[in-house]
């Protein structure tokens, strides 16, 4: 699953690893719903979504 970082945190499976904001991490599902448990990730997908839909609008 693609997950973008909203919050830094320290990898508890690898205590020598920092995310910090906007960073997009690929993880298997059980550690994608602990990350969103903990509020420090949301959806990749939602991201680049909102980044079509700005890409697309166009100014009269």
Known sequence: MRAVVIAPFRDKNKPDTGYGVGDVLDVPRKRYDELV??????????????????KNKTED
Do not use: L, T
């Not at 448990?37 to 700005?54: S, T």
């Open 37 to 54: 448990a903990a509020g420090v990730v949301r959806p990749g997908n939602k991201v680049a979504q909102n980044d079509n839909d700005n």
